[in-house]
């Protein structure tokens, strides 16, 4: 959460790809989606300093490692792209989903017949069971993916006296946007996803 606020105010990355794809860069701060900046945080938090984040973050962003060459990372092309993958690899924290609620079964996809999930008021309900650096991926109504995707949306909690925020890069590709702290039970009011998977570092 320290790092993930550190990024509130910077702007929403409009590079279809990700500047730091586009660039064959490692870092890329100055714009951030919702999947750079869990990249980021991540590797910021599992390490003591920005330099360190860099050296861990070709194991952390890939399905094998990622390979650099002078600087430039020459395989970008086998980077986690969904976050579902992210989710499975056990990379990005241990799977807490069930743990916080009633999870339900809706249609998988890329090989996945089905999926589980925590709905929206699940998560709405369990959410005092959250910790401070939860990573929320929020799961797109099956009928509304546009590239086979379960996960739409990235986001870390922040567990305050008597509040829950969610810390996310808040905007869309064609209109800009800016990495925010809401509350989550104000974002989960209006979101247009239909609930949640939920990782945590032990």
Not at 53 to 77: C, E, M, S, W
Not at 128 to 151: K, M, T, Y
């Amino acid at each position: 959460v320290f790092w993930a606020e550190k990024f509130i105010g910077t702007p929403y990355d409009p590079d279809p790809l990700g500047a730091y794809v586009t660039q064959a860069t490692l870092v890329a701060d100055e714009r951030v989606d919702c999947m750079y900046l869990t990249f980021r945080v991540v590797e910021l938090s599992l390490t003591g300093t920005p330099e360190e984040a860099v050296q861990i973050a070709p194991d952390k962003r890939f399905h094998t490692r990622g390979v650099l060459k002078d600087g430039k990372v020459l395989n970008y092309d086998n980077r986690f792209e969904y976050g579902e993958d992210m989710i499975e690899s056990g990379k990005w924290g241990d799977e807490i989903t069930s743990t916080l609620g009633r999870t339900v079964r809706i249609r998988g996809s890329r090989g996945r017949v089905t999926v589980d999930i925590l709905p929206t008021d699940g998560l709405s309900k369990g959410k005092e069971r959250l910790r401070s650096g939860d990573i929320l991926f929020f799961i797109r109504n099956p009928d509304q993916r546009s590239a086979e995707e379960i996960v739409a949306h990235i986001g870390i909690v922040k567990v305050e006296p008597h509040q829950v925020y969610l810390i996310h890069a808040s905007g869309t590709k064609g209109r800009g946007g800016a990495v925010k702290k809401v509350s989550l039970e104000g974002y989960l009011s209006q979101m247009p996803f239909v609930g949640v998977k939920v990782t945590r570092f032990r």
